[in-house]
Nanobody, 119 residues
Framework: EVQLVESGGGLVQPGGSLRLSCAASGFTFSSYAMSWVRQAPGKGLEWVSAINNGDGSLSYPDSVKGRFTISRDNAKSTLYLQMNSLRPEDTAVYYC????????????WGQGTQVTVSS
């Protein structure tokens, strides 16, 4: 059974940092590209980062580029998202997502972890 379990969310002040983790199990983690996706209150899903399984190439939208860093530890089957210089508009539930193949569509999601950026 595929499981994705996020952790590391919380309340942080603007300008602060958080590191999210996603523990994966039930599939060969190293064989898949992985992504982080977020959903802000009252808004749709927004992709925030992706990392390839092969060459480790990274992708980010402009909204988080230069502030967020995605990484992975295949030995631990864990995906990470380092978030720096957080802004109130980064407030959202953050999900890790596994694609069916390639870069998507996603076939499994975690339960999400809440990130709140507020003073």
């Amino acid at each position: 059974e595929v499981q994705l379990v996020e952790s590391g969310g919380g309340l942080v002040q603007p300008g602060g940092s958080l590191r999210l983790s996603c523990a994966a199990s039930g599939f060969t983690f190293s064989s898949y590209a992985m992504s982080w996706v977020r959903q802000a209150p009252g808004k749709g899903l927004e992709w925030v980062s992706a990392i390839n399984n092969g060459d480790g190439s990274l992708s980010y939208p402009d909204s988080v580029k230069g502030r967020f860093t995605i990484s992975r530890d295949n030995a631990k089957s864990t995906l990470y998202l380092q978030m720096n210089s957080l802004r109130p508009e980064d407030t959202a539930v953050y999900y890790c997502a596994k694609p069916l193949l390639g870069w998507g569509p996603y076939d499994y999601w975690g339960q999400g972890t809440q990130v709140t950026v507020s003073s």
